[in-house]
């Protein structure tokens, strides 16, 4: 005669240790057998860390102006860039005129390159000066071994721009060491 398994009674729960009697997981455990707890700090934890990255993602290097660049360029339009490789461009607006020199709206200039980042069809914001031959240039910032800066169209940089040009600083004179005296602030402008 074959024996019958003998019945087993109904895990029950302990009040004192949270365990179901006859198991060996607490009550509130998931059918893994992570507490559910753990489960939900671990997925918050999950969660803020996509959030940041996210938000990390959206701020990072935004663009700043050089204001010293700003302040020094005769004009700062911006342009679409037609041939890289001459440096030629379409200007599309004018950003700042300070001595009634900018080209008109759909006028081409030509811009020297000075580096291989731009491309075709590209909307640029270009700070300029006029050359001794009296071709445009991209104004030097007062850096040394800086490479000339443009930057790319943006609506709240064009606004920073139009901020910069407003500002009033006294001349950059890199002549002056300030640096063993700690002074890295701008030198003082004496006036007659």
Known sequence: MAKTPAPVAAPTRNSKSGMVEGANTPANATPGGWPAWLLIALA???????????????????????????????????????????????VEGILVDRHNLAPEDGQEI?????????????HRILPLVKTESGEWSVTPTPL??????????????????????????????PSADRSSTGDLSAPAVESN
């Open 144 to 173: 040394p071994k800086t490479p000339l800066l443009d930057y790319l169209v943006d609506e709240d940089l064009s606004e920073d721009i139009r901020e910069a040009s407003e500002m009033t600083m006294p001349p950059f004179d």
């Open 44 to 90: 918050v934890g999950v969660g803020w860390l996509l959030l940041l990255s996210v938000l990390a993602l959206w701020t990072a290097n935004p663009a700043t102006v050089n204001r010293q660049q700003i302040l020094q360029s005769e004009i700062v339009v911006e342009a679409e860039v037609l041939d890289p490789r001459t440096g030629k461009v379409e």
């Open 110 to 122: 030509r811009v020297p390159l000075h580096g291989d980042h731009w491309q075709a069809g590209e």
